[in-house]
């Protein structure tokens, strides 16, 4: 497909790929899960990407976020080169620029509240206290808790401030509310837009909701290892209006 254009902000793109493909090989069997992925995603944009299970939008955020490599094309994140990256680039690259939320929280069960956020905040080159990112959450009153002390809800934004603590140019999320009721959901979503409007975050949100497309500058479908059509909100909607 032909290039994406940076949405959102209009501000210059944080990501650029071309010509993108990722093949996984078994013995003789092999799985193209991006075909000719081409796109830019702006600085500062909230994008949502919907598509069934095994469309491809799993690898390509794991792919932005430097956690793994294209089989070709080109990716960059404004001047660093992601595929000709060695590993310790890539590994800085998430360190200072990336913020992984996932549908499972990842939490340290014998941590409080505060130190699985301090685990970011102690490797980060400009944090926020711990306590400042908890307090975005709402969940400052909750820091000496442990997870097993908080509801799921409470886990995930817990890992939401351990995300945003480093404050990362990008969040990329994948099915951040896909263990959450709807409330509970709603509350997640408005911290990660809350992240994009106080930090100039960007933010890439994988969800089945097709819901929560609402909230988004820009909807990439996937469909079959490809963008099959993008979508653009000239005005999008607070978390809190969104329809479950």
């Not at 071309?18 to 702006?42: C, F, P, Q, S, W």
């Amino acid at each position: 497909m032909g290039s994406a254009p940076g949405g959102g902000s209009g501000s210059a793109p944080a990501f650029r790929a071309a010509g993108l493909n990722k093949v996984y090989r078994t013995g003789e069997t092999e799985v193209h899960a991006l075909r000719d992925v081409d796109l830019e995603i702006a600085q500062g944009e909230v994008l949502v990407l919907l598509g069934p299970s095994g469309s491809g939008k799993s690898t390509l955020l794991n792919i932005l976020g430097g956690l793994d490599r294209p089989s070709s094309g080109s990716l960059s994140y404004i001047d660093h080169d992601l595929v000709a990256a060695d590993e310790g680039a890539l590994t800085k690259f998430r360190r200072t620029h990336v913020g992984f939320i996932f549908q499972f929280y990842n939490l340290i069960p014998s941590l409080t509240a505060e130190e699985n956020v301090r685990l970011v905040t102690d490797i980060a080159e400009t944090p926020m206290a711990p306590d400042e990112a908890l307090e975005m959450v709402g969940l400052a009153d909750r820091r000496d808790h442990y997870p097993a002390q908080l509801s799921g809800g409470e886990q995930q934004r817990v890992a939401v401030a351990r995300a945003i603590a480093k404050r990362p140019s990008v969040l990329l999320c994948d099915e951040p509310t896909g263990a959450l009721d709807s409330k509970t959901g709603v509350r997640v979503l408005e911290t990660l837009a809350r992240a994009n409007r106080e930090l100039a975050t960007t933010v890439v949100i994988i969800t089945h909701n097709a819901g929560i497309a609402a909230m988004a500058h820009r909807v990439f479908h996937f469909l079959d290892g490809r963008i099959s059509r993008i979508e653009t909100n000239p005005e999008p909607v607070d978390p809190a209006g969104i329809t479950w």
